[in-house]
């Protein structure tokens, strides 16, 4: 099992950036394919943004594209994401999460093997 951290949440005006990051205790992460779920209060958990093994693809979901950058350093073991132009909207507690899967997957909650304990954003107009 790999052990998932998150960082980076906190309370920002609309309009703002924040960083998160997600640190893997383990270097079989490198193997993993990763994601950013978020949650609000009485939603669905919904995928924000993942990312391949390699780098080679990068989904993000229609309501972060062109504000989130996702990426991944596995040589640190560790992912982050890059979120800009904040929204009201965007206020959920967000999770990074980790397994082998196809790209197909990629999406959805229940192919991640590993989760994180998850990191409150709170956006503020």
């Known amino acids: 099992q790999v052990q998932l951290v998150e960082s980076g949440g906190g309370l920002v005006q609309a309009g703002g950036s924040l960083r998160l990051s997600c640190a893997a205790s383990?270097?079989?992460?490198?193997?993993?394919?990763m994601g950013w779920f978020r949650q609000a209060p009485g939603k669905e958990r919904e995928s924000v943004a993942a990312i391949t093994w390699n780098s080679n693809y990068r989904y993000y979901g229609d309501s972060v594209k062109g504000r989130f950058t996702i990426s991944r350093d596995n040589v640190k073991n560790t992912m982050s994401m890059q979120m800009n132009s904040l929204k009201p909207e965007d206020t959920a507690v967000y999770y990074c999460?980790?397994?082998?899967?196809?790209?197909?997957?990629?999406?959805?909650?229940?192919?991640?093997?590993?989760w994180g304990q998850g990191t409150q954003v709170t956006v503020s107009s």
């Open positions: 383990r270097r079989t992460f490198s193997n993993y394919a």
């Open positions: 999460a980790g397994g082998l899967m196809t790209i197909a997957a990629m999406t959805s909650p229940g192919s991640y093997k590993d």
